[in-house]
């Protein structure tokens, strides 16, 4: 909260790369039709997030930056395993664990938050990246077996959470 504009700046790049992230996940597996769906809505969803965080970021008299390397996206990243199932299991359960984690952190954003419309807006922001999550972890169930799904999730998490331990405060998304 002390410097909330470097977190706009942050948040911004996140809904990017999220909004990113959908397309290339529908790229990848054009013919898993309920995956496409559910990624083109996705993808549109964080984009319109993205415009909305840059409307504030230009409010405030900034403007958006080169996207930077999130540290914790990226050491988890090292946790996707490889083999065709294996890699696209893993890409569902870590994209909906980050999805988690950002509902998360946007939702104490929004308790830190004097009333009014940028609380409101994380408080929606907020409810929105939970349902991501959601819909990761469902999508996995729909294409791998439940115990599987569960077993690397819990592993996933444990491992998500090794990463967190170790990363400095700053401010940002993760």
Same mark, same amino acid.
């Given at each position: 909260?002390? #410097?909330?504009?470097?977190?706009? *700046?942050? /948040?911004? %790049? %996140? ?10 996940? @529908?790229s990848h597996y054009p013919d898993r039709v309920e995956l496409v769906n559910a990624m083109a809505e996705l993808a549109i969803e964080e984009m319109t997030h993205y415009r ?5 970021? /230009?409010? !405030?008299?900034?403007? =958006? =930056? ?8 990226? &050491?988890? !990243?090292?946790?996707? !395993?490889?083999?065709? #199932?294996?890699?696209f299991l893993d890409r569902l359960l870590i994209g909906g664990i980050i999805e988690a984690r950002g509902a998360e952190r946007f939702g104490l954003i929004a308790k830190a +938050?004097?009333?009014? &419309? *940028?609380?409101?807006?994380? =408080? ?8 991501? &999550? #959601?819909?990761?972890?469902? *999508?996995? @169930? ?5 115990? =599987?799904? +569960?077993?690397? +999730?819990?592993? *996933? ?12 405060? !700053?401010?940002? @998304? /993760?």
């Amino acid at each position: 909260m002390a #410097d909330f504009d470097a977190f706009l *700046l942050d /948040h911004a %790049a %996140a809904e990017k790369k999220a909004s990113g992230m959908a397309i290339s996940m @529908l790229s990848h597996y054009p013919d898993r039709v309920e995956l496409v769906n559910a990624m083109a809505e996705l993808a549109i969803e964080e984009m319109t997030h993205y415009r909305e965080v840059v409307k504030l970021i /230009h409010s !405030r008299g900034l403007i =958006t =930056t080169k996207d930077e390397k999130d540290p914790y996206v990226n &050491q988890f !990243r090292q946790s996707l !395993r490889k083999g065709s #199932d294996e890699y696209f299991l893993d890409r569902l359960l870590i994209g909906g664990i980050i999805e988690a984690r950002g509902a998360e952190r946007f939702g104490l954003i929004a308790k830190a +938050l004097e009333p009014g &419309q *940028l609380k409101n807006f994380y =408080t929606s922001i907020s409810r929105s990246e939970e349902r991501h &999550q #959601d819909l990761m972890v469902d *999508l996995a @169930l729909l294409y791998f077996p439940e115990q =599987t799904v +569960l077993q690397r +999730l819990q592993q *996933l998490i444990e491992a998500e959470a090794k990463i967190v331990a170790n990363l400095p405060h !700053r401010a940002a @998304l /993760h």
